[in-house]
């Protein structure tokens, strides 16, 4: 019956901005980049990963009212909204790769749980999570 899931959003305060950011910065690339009207459809796919897509949406109409969607992007700005997580083969490389292209992190890589971690935020506020693969993990 289910497919499974291909796209999960985020909610960004410019598009532009959240574009140039997870392409420039990020290295994800554009999958869907439509208009209808004042609405945009955007979406945003790691390179190694073509079944799932990022959406990076700017809350309003028609999904919310005005007062509703400055609450939304406020929120975000403040860090509030749950992490995501991206996982790499090797924290410290991609902590130093991302660092040169301008991503200012809020964590820097750290060993725990068996595995290292650091974290960023977007232009937005969306917190993001820098995950390295388990050894366990990378033998099965």
């Known amino acids: 019956m289910s497919q499974g899931v291909e796209v999960v959003g985020v909610y960004v305060r410019d598009q532009d901005e959240a574009l140039a950011f997870y392409v420039e910065k990020i290295g994800f690339c554009v999958h869907t980049d439509v208009r209808n009207g004042a609405y945009r459809w955007l979406t945003v796919q790691h390179p190694d990963q073509p079944s799932f897509q990022l959406g990076l949406f700017k809350p309003g109409p028609p999904v919310l009212d005005a007062t509703t969607a400055q609450a939304a992007l406020e929120l975000v700005a403040k860090g509030a909204m749950p992490p995501l997580v991206l996982v790499v083969d090797d924290c410290h490389a991609t ?16 060993k725990r749980f068996g595995s290292v971690d650091a974290g960023f935020r977007d232009p937005s506020g969306n917190g993001w999570k820098l995950i390295q693969v388990r050894q366990t993990q990378r033998q099965h």
């Open 95 to 110: 902590h130093a790769q991302l660092r040169a292209r301008g991503v200012e992190f809020t964590q820097e890589p750290v």
